[in-house]
T-cell receptor, first 115, second 109 residues
Framework: GAVVSQHPSWVICKSGTSVKIECRSLDFQATTMFWYRQFPKQSLMLMATSNEGSKATYEQGVEKDKFLINHASLTLSTLTVTSAHPEDSSFYIC???????????FGSGTQLSVL | GQNIDQPTEMTATEGAIVQINCTYQTSGFNGLFWYQQHAGEAPTFLSYNVLDGLEEKGRFSSFLSRSKGYSYLLLKELQMKDSASYLCAALDSNYQLIWGAGTKLIIKP
């Protein structure tokens, strides 16, 4: 099946630094990718929809200036958490639809810990 | 390598019980998740098991056997709204989520 590669798998950073997370579709092109955040024992929360060649669409309550999304090519979307703070510590997951039925394939997730 | 196996599709009758199995092979293990996903929507968290045994939450229960690398999701008193895909995902020693391909559950009246 299709593969979505996400890295890093985990990152620890100091408060105030920026962290970039990459999501790549390895064997298919993805004009759209989704970014989610999951707090422990809670559902995945959709943060934004990344669109190749245009601006991302953010869900209500998600700060677009804090969570910068760049979808520069058909196989790569990046999420940058700018000036990260401890409350941004979470599990971030990307996904991309593939095929006519747009089945979603998920990345392996990134555990972000902000000290 | 790391792998998650679950059936592609299952069919059940409204009011009945269905069990969706998941077997996993991962480098280390830090727990197993079950998610429900309706078409066009983000997955919804159902359960997280890290210890052996059965955890019941209303009509849904999840079971884990770490020694067997096996989990199942049990759905009771099926309702039409339970028609969805059910995703099994295991957390490995590096805290990477290894996803199954999902089981499409079809509920018939």
């Amino acid at each position: 099946g299709a593969v979505v590669s996400q890295h890093p798998s985990w990152v620890i950073c100091k408060s105030g630094t920026s962290v970039k997370i990459e999501c790549r579709s390895l064997d298919f092109q993805a004009t759209t990718m989704f970014w989610y955040r999951q707090f422990p024992k809670q559902s995945l929360m959709l943060m934004a929809t990344s669109n190749e060649g245009s601006k991302a669409t953010y869900e209500q309550g998600v700060e677009k200036d804090k969570f910068l999304i760049n979808h520069a090519s058909l196989t790569l979307s990046t999420l940058t958490v700018t000036s990260a703070h401890p409350e941004d510590s979470s599990f971030y997951i990307c996904s991309a639809p593939q095929g006519d039925n747009e089945k979603l394939f998920f990345g392996s997730g990134t555990q972000l810990s902000v000290l | 390598g790391q792998n998650i196996d679950q059936p592609t599709e299952m069919t059940a009758t409204e009011g009945a019980i269905v069990q969706i199995n998941c077997t996993y092979q991962t480098s280390g293990f830090n727990g197993l998740f079950w998610y429900q996903q309706h078409a066009g929507e983000a997955p919804t968290f159902l359960s997280y098991n890290v210890l052996d045994g059965l955890e019941e939450k209303g009509r849904f229960s999840s079971f884990l056997s770490r020694s067997k690398g096996y989990s199942y999701l049990l759905l009771k008193e099926l309702q039409m709204k339970d028609s969805a895909s059910y995703l099994c995902a295991a957390l490995d020693s590096n805290y990477q989520l290894i996803w199954g391909a999902g089981t499409k559950l079809i509920i018939k009246p």
